[in-house]
Structure formats: C-alpha cells, structure tokens
C-alpha cells in the first residue's frame, strides 16, 4: 500500500496569509495525487487532481504542485472560509490511500 | 445535478452487519464513466477507504477489510449499497458514499451518515 505523510498535521495562520502543505508519498506516483478540503460536519470536497489540476468551481487561490513523492498544496490570500482540514489522496491505484489531514486553524 | 444520498440504522449492536445504502440522483450508477466507493472516517480521525464497484458491477476492496465486506449495487433502485459483517467499536465512523471518476478522484460526495457500534 502507498502511505501518504502529510505536514504539518496542525497549521495556524491569519487571514491573507499564503500557506503551503505538504504531501509524501512512500513510493513515486507520478502526478497522481488530488486535494480535498472539509469542514467540520461536512464530507470532503475535491479541490485539485492530477497533482496541479483546479476542479471546476476551484478558487484560484488554491494551486497545486509536485510529482514523484512530493506534492504540495499552496493556499494564495487565506481566505476566512479557507479555514478547514485538508487531505490528500493518491489516485495512482488500488487500495486507494489518504493522508493523514492538516488542520488550517486561525491564528 | 447529481446527489447522494447515504441511508441506514445509525446503531449497530458488536459483531452483527452493518447495512447502509446510498440513493444516487441525477446521475446513474449504471454510468460506465464514473464508478461507485464507501469511504469512512472515525470520529476525529482521517479517511479510509473502504471499496468501490464499477458499472460492470465489478467491485474492489481494502484489503484491511475485505473478509468482511459487501459492496453491490441495485440498477433499478438507481442506488449502491454497503455491507460490513462481525462490527466492532472500531467500525465507529460517518460512513460516505462517493462517485469516482477516471483516476479514482472523489468528485461527488454524500453528506455522510454516522454509524456507532455498540451494545
């Protein structure tokens, strides 16, 4: 299985602030990574795939890079309603595997 | 616009099945673009996904849990459905249902149901 390491697991930051989280994987998966973002009491919702890709509806504030088994997710001007825990998956095959989240509280 | 639905007993007595169903609208789960998953999440804790099953009706399982799981699905009920058998308190979690589509991205999400194992 393809174990995902995520850091930080807990991140404060002020309102404008650019943040940046990062993805591990435990073996190379090409661009095979997406991003999801959920709120307390809420399900996931997908915010970028294929490592970089910006799902339709995305705000462009969020951007994502890597390959291999470094990927990054940047969060451009946080915004208040960027508040939330983030996760990542590995989409390059079965057992489909997460990260463990990162939780973006305000400073 | 499509929507899921996830339904089912939220209190499961230790070591009887878990059954929960998810309603799809404004989509098909006979739709050979997109295929069908059950992920989990104990409370406080990250996500796991449990399985999938495509339009074929083929399905994929953890492998952490597959002795123990069912995934099918009902074409003319428009809805696919979850089994999970001998639950323990560690089976404690919201339970989603997901649409998939190519490159296993979760693009669509149920609003999650929670299921408490316990006597």
């Known amino acids: 299985d393809i174990q995902l390491t995520q850091s930080p697991s807990f991140l404060s930051a002020s309102v404008g602030d650019r943040v940046t989280i990062t993805c591990r994987a435990s073996q190379g998966i090409s661009s095979y990574l997406a991003w999801y973002q959920q709120k307390p009491g809420k399900a996931p919702e997908l915010l970028i795939y294929t490592a970089s890709t910006l799902q339709s509806g995305v705000s462009s504030r969020f951007s994502g890079s890597g390959s291999g088994t470094e990927f990054t997710l940047t969060i451009s001007g946080l915004q208040p309603e960027d508040f939330a825990t983030y996760f990542c998956q590995q989409l390059n095959g079965y057992p489909l595997t997460f990260g463990g989240g990162t939780k973006v509280e305000i400073k | 616009q499509l929507q899921l639905q996830e339904s089912g007993p939220g209190l499961v007595k230790p070591s009887e099945t878990l059954s929960l169903t998810c309603a799809v609208s404004g989509g098909s789960v006979s739709s050979s673009t997109y295929f069908w998953g059950w992920v989990r999440q104990p409370p406080g804790k990250g996500l796991e996904w449990i399985g999938s099953?495509?339009?074929?009706?083929?399905?994929y399982y953890n492998p952490s849990l597959k002795s123990r799981v069912t995934i099918s699905r009902d074409t003319s009920k428009n809805h696919f459905s979850l089994k999970l058998n001998s639950v323990t308190a560690a089976d404690t979690a919201v339970y989603y249902c997901?649409?998939?589509?190519?490159?296993?991205?979760?693009?669509?999400w149920g609003q999650g149901t929670l299921v408490t194992v316990s006597s």
């Open positions: 099953i495509y339009f074929s009706g083929s399905t």
């Open positions: 997901v649409r998939l589509r190519n490159l296993f991205t979760g693009d669509c």
